[in-house]
């Protein structure tokens, strides 16, 4: 699926399913509270949190799927209600940072 197939999906779920957008506002708050749980299994599957119960650790990574899976479902949808085409947004900011990184990557002793 491209891109652009993802927002125009989203849009049609939208509105066969989801009856209309929430407006952008709430949609930034439920992209925040996405990007929390995104946090919150990374910190416990890579880094130094432990799970409550073994059960919660067995299925981490296949959660971390879907949880980054909300986190993209609602950025179209701001996206969509913005009329924000991420095709050509993505394309413009991999060319602004192939740019702007361009030695500051290579020259870096840290990577």
Sequence with gaps: MTIQEA???VDKWINDIGIRYYN???NTAILTEEVGEVARLMAR???EQSFKT???EASAKDD???EMADVLFVLICLANQTGVDLTT???NNLEKKAIRDAERHR????L
């Design 7 to 9: 927002q125009q999906a």
């Design 24 to 26: 952008e506002l709430t």
């Design 45 to 47: 599957i890579y880094g």
């Design 54 to 56: 073994k059960e919660q």
């Design 64 to 66: 971390l799927g879907g």
């Design 89 to 91: 947004a993505l394309q």
């Design 107 to 110: 020259d870096n002793e840290k």
